[in-house]
């Protein structure tokens, strides 16, 4: 299995990106998407998840700001980040997992985002 992330890179305060995740190499039904990130000094954080069924959560931090998604016949989730701040700086990570059996937990590579003031 492989999770290809893309989509990071540097923006001013104010501006948008949006990550990609793509998943393969398995089936994913029934499985939650989800992005994290880690700062520089700091834990890892969720920051949004999606269900198979498009049921989403978003992080208070990022309320209003991020927005999940996923296509499920290409087995890609997203994060469109809007009005981004300098305190979103950190590697975004993506996550594929399943809770039920056969149960899976899988993460791709960090992509960078960087916030200038």
């Known amino acids: 299995v492989q999770l290809q992330a893309s989509g990071g890179g540097s923006v001013q305060a104010g501006g948008s990106l949006r990550l990609s995740c793509a998943a393969s190499?398995?089936?994913?039904?029934?499985?939650?998407m989800a992005w994290y990130r880690q700062a520089p000094g700091k834990q890892r954080e969720l920051v949004a998840s999606v269900t198979s069924g498009g049921v989403t959560k978003h992080a208070n931090s990022v309320k209003g700001r991020f927005t999940i998604s996923r296509d499920n016949a290409k087995n890609t989730v997203y994060l469109q980040m809007d009005s981004l701040k300098p305190e979103d700086t950190a590697v975004y990570y993506c996550n594929v997992r399943r809770i039920v059996t056969p149960r899976f937990d899988y993460w791709g590579q960090g992509t960078l985002v960087t916030v200038s003031s």
């Open positions: 190499g398995g089936g994913f039904g029934s499985s939650i």
